[in-house]
């Protein structure tokens, strides 16, 4: 339903930064939230952080070091990651939330996922 191609993930020290992206493209139909979540090894993907409209939530780890934001023109959500920590090592996605109809959704609404992209915090 929609292409999600992220970007910026990689190795870097405790205490550094990094900047994730995800631009959507190819759906026919509109965004509403939009947002990014991770998966460490053996554990559940959670939330990282969301932004729908001017409404942003972030999980309680992250909350003064990250901070999400999306350009509607472009379509593209970003992830800035201050100070960062090992235990923010995973992979994160990105996530779309999509307005469809109601024949694809009773709901109206439909997530889709990007495939991920890897951040390692280590020495």
């Known amino acids: 339903q929609v292409q999600l191609a992220e970007s910026g993930g990689g190795l870097v020290q405790p205490g550094g930064s990094l900047r994730l992206s995800c631009a959507a493209s190819?759906?026919?139909?509109?965004?509403?939230?939009m947002g990014w979540y991770r998966q460490a090894p053996g554990k559940e993907r959670e939330l990282v952080a969301r932004?729908?409209?001017?409404?942003?939530i972030y999980a309680d780890s992250v909350k003064g070091r990250f901070t999400i934001s999306r350009d509607n023109a472009k379509n593209t959500v970003y992830l800035q990651m201050n100070n960062l920590k090992p235990e923010d090592t995973a992979v994160y996605y990105c996530?779309?939330?999509?307005?469809?109809?109601?024949?694809?959704?009773?709901?109206?609404?439909?997530?889709?996922w990007g495939e991920g992209t890897l951040v390692t915090v280590s020495s």
């Open positions: 996530n779309v939330n999509l307005a469809v109809p109601q024949y694809l959704r009773a709901d109206g609404r439909m997530d889709c």
């Open positions: 932004i729908d409209g001017s409404i942003t």
């Open positions: 190819g759906s026919r139909w509109s965004v509403n939230a």
